[in-house]
């Protein structure tokens, strides 16, 4: 493919699907405690063998239900996380998940002062020691902690550029270079999130791989 149609493939993808999943979950990123927080919360659903679109429910359900902040879910009852899961959809593992946000919320709590910004000191700029601390969350594995650092490279410029394997398996489905560089170069000025949020959607949905060839085609 000429490097013309790789960067018309790219514009397509990230004009119909650049959508980061903390948008998509109604979270403002900020680099505040509660955005990081709610962030890490969705991270933490996404990365369970459920439905993009649950897992996004289910953050918007724990929020409506004020299980907005480390201190508010540690304090919630199992049964109030369980309740509030299950509004959301998220049935399948909602017991286990209770038990897991509620320990995850006492963890950070108890370590960095439920200020996920106190993680990011520890690590010192270490994207890979980053990636390991989100992992001392329960429920957070790597799955859980490359989702969440592909979304707060917004605020955290120390993990930019984050393409993990998940988004480079995006690229492989739509016929681009899996060299997290050359792609970046063909997105212009996207943003690293949003490009990384758009490939993603390509991996995990062939429509989505689809609709941005047919657009690209047709332009």
Known sequence: MAGRDERAVVRALVEAHGRTYAEEA?????????????????????????????????????????LRDPRRMADADWQERVDALGRGGYRRYDERTATQLGEGAALLTERWGG?????????DGDVAELRRLLQEFPGVGPAGADIFLR??????????????????QGAERLKLPKDPDRLLSLAGRTEPAVLAAALVRAAIGK??????????GSR
């Open 26 to 66: 109604g979270i403002v990123l900020k680099d505040t405690p509660q955005p990081l927080y709610r962030l890490l919360v969705l991270a933490h659903l996404l990365s369970a063998r459920i439905k993009g679109s649950i897992a996004v429910a289910t953050a918007r359900a724990l929020h409506e239900a004020g």
């Open 115 to 123: 200020d996920l910004r106190r993680l990011r000191a520890e690590a």
């Open 151 to 168: 979304e707060v490279q917004r605020v955290w410029p120390e993990a930019a550029p984050y393409l993990d394997a998940k988004a480079l």
């Open 207 to 216: 429509d989505v791989a689809e609709d941005s060839l047919n657009r690209a």
